[in-house]
């Protein structure tokens, strides 16, 4: 009996502790999303839990209502940041999520919009490695916590038996917890403060995918079951420039087989790809070509 009351006090000790990092975000929903102060002013929570991102505030561990400034937000990572001003508040430990192991006991936190904060308890289900969301974005760990994400806990932290945040926890299909670690949040925050949009690579090329003929595949010795095929090509872009042709089918970017566009932008959304050379193989006119081509950046809707 003992051992169990010292580690229901142990974790009591560890949600007060971490849970005063952990705000309510107000931002026009009927539940409020939970958010983190990831580092010294800043914000993070769950963007998809969002209706607007102006006239946002976040709620304190002492209950005070205070206002933040949107800085940006990445869909793909399910990732919104805000900027806090002139609020002294104690800032998270961020651990490192690439240590959890299947079973490893995990604490979910959230904050209510009147101040009071919640926790739930659990084990690691599933870790695995890098998977890419349906909308593109690059999550470095797919991890699967086995706590129930109550209304309020979409934004909030996940903390290992140290009481280090090891993620955002965030909904996944059918309203299942996942969490996307460490190492995805802090890619993305460093983007989001310094530029207010997330950088990704840029070939200047409407494609297609297509299927490629059982002959031409053995005749040019190629694995994959097809590649993409070059429907347009802007002027003065990275592909143009690099010598890529109206008709093209891309089969290979820097090594790696493409046999659909999903293939090719998961390999541009790393911001390291921009301004690199990087080789291409395409079929053109039943031949097999190399190409090299210079990754440009990808332009902002707003530019």
């Known amino acids: 009996m003992s051992s169990l009351l010292a580690l229901s006090n142990s974790l009591a000790d560890t949600v007060e502790q971490s849970g005063s990092a952990v705000v309510a975000v107000n931002a026009g929903t009927r539940i409020s999303p939970s958010g983190i102060h990831w580092r010294n002013g800043i914000i993070v929570t769950s963007d998809e839990s969002l209706q607007r991102y102006d006239e946002i505030t976040v709620t304190l561990s002492d209950g005070r209502t205070v206002p933040v400034k949107f800085l940006g937000h990445d869909p793909s990572t399910d990732i919104a940041v805000f900027q806090l001003k002139d609020v002294e508040i104690p800032v998270a430990k961020i651990g490192d999520a690439t240590t959890l192991k299947v079973g490893h006991l995990v604490l979910g936190l959230a904050r209510s919009s009147e101040g009071d904060l919640r926790a739930a308890m659990g084990a690691i289900s599933v870790v695995t490695g890098a998977w890419q969301s349906m909308s593109g974005g690059k999550i470095d760990q797919f991890i699967r916590p086995d706590i129930n994400l109550y209304p309020g806990f979409a934004g909030g932290p996940l903390l290992d038996a140290s009481g280090d945040v090891v993620g955002m926890n965030t909904s996944g299909r059918r309203g299942t917890a ?52 070059v429907v347009n090509v802007e002027p003065l872009g990275p592909a143009e420039n690099g010598g890529v042709l109206l008709g093209d089918v891309l089969v290979t970017l820097d090594g790696v087989s493409v046999s659909d566009t999903a293939d090719v932008l998961a390999l541009l959304n790393n911001s390291d790809r921009i301004g690199k050379n990087v ?13 090299t081509l210079t990754v440009g950046e990808r332009p902002s809707k707003e530019d």
């Open 178 to 229: 996942l969490t996307i670690p460490t190492a995805t949040v802090n890619r993305v925050v460093e983007q989001l403060v310094a530029k207010g949009r997330i950088s990704r690579g840029y070939l200047g090329v409407g494609m297609q995918p297509v299927r490629l003929p059982n002959n031409l595949k053995s005749t040019l010795n190629l694995t994959s079951a097809g590649g993409v095929i």
């Open 279 to 291: 080789k291409v193989q395409a079929v053109r006119g039943g031949v097999l070509v190399e190409l």
